[in-house]
């Protein structure tokens, strides 16, 4: 069974902060490659992926959030945060928290938290 619940999720103003934290859990994460990752999906629009990291740390952003946006998990508490500082109306989008076997990355299957919804607006 493989568990990952979201939480920090909230309504900010622009150029404020938020700390996402995806709490995981499962058998798996302790015997397969397991890496971490962060989405965001807008209504009507593919999910797509803000920041992933792996099992040794190797981290990875899209464009739109590199320099504002930092990921890292923390093994001994089975969690990954989403540091999102210098936000901007456009993030606004329900963020969900990601992990896949790495080994499969591409043709795996990928688990899903629940989401939580981040608003950015004055």
């Known amino acids: 069974q493989v568990r990952l619940v979201e939480s920090g999720g909230g309504l900010v103003q622009p150029g404020g902060s938020l700390r996402l934290s995806c709490q995981y859990s499962?058998?798996?994460?302790?015997?397969?490659?397991?890496?971490m990752g962060w989405y965001r999906q807008i209504p009507g629009n593919r999910r797509e992926m803000v920041a992933s990291?792996?099992?040794?740390?190797?981290?990875n952003y899209k464009d739109f959030v590199k320099g504002r946006f930092s990921i890292s998990r923390d093994n001994a508490k089975n969690t990954v945060y989403l540091q999102m500082n210098n936000l901007k109306p456009d993030d606004t989008a329900a963020y969900y928290c990601?992990?896949?076997?790495?080994?499969?990355?591409?043709?795996?299957?990928?688990?899903w938290g629940q989401g939580t919804q981040v608003t950015v607006s004055s």
């Open positions: 499962g058998d798996i994460f302790s015997t397969n490659p397991m890496g």
């Open positions: 990601n992990a896949v076997d790495l080994r499969v990355v591409f043709d795996g299957v990928d688990y």
């Open positions: 990291v792996t099992t040794d740390g190797t981290t």
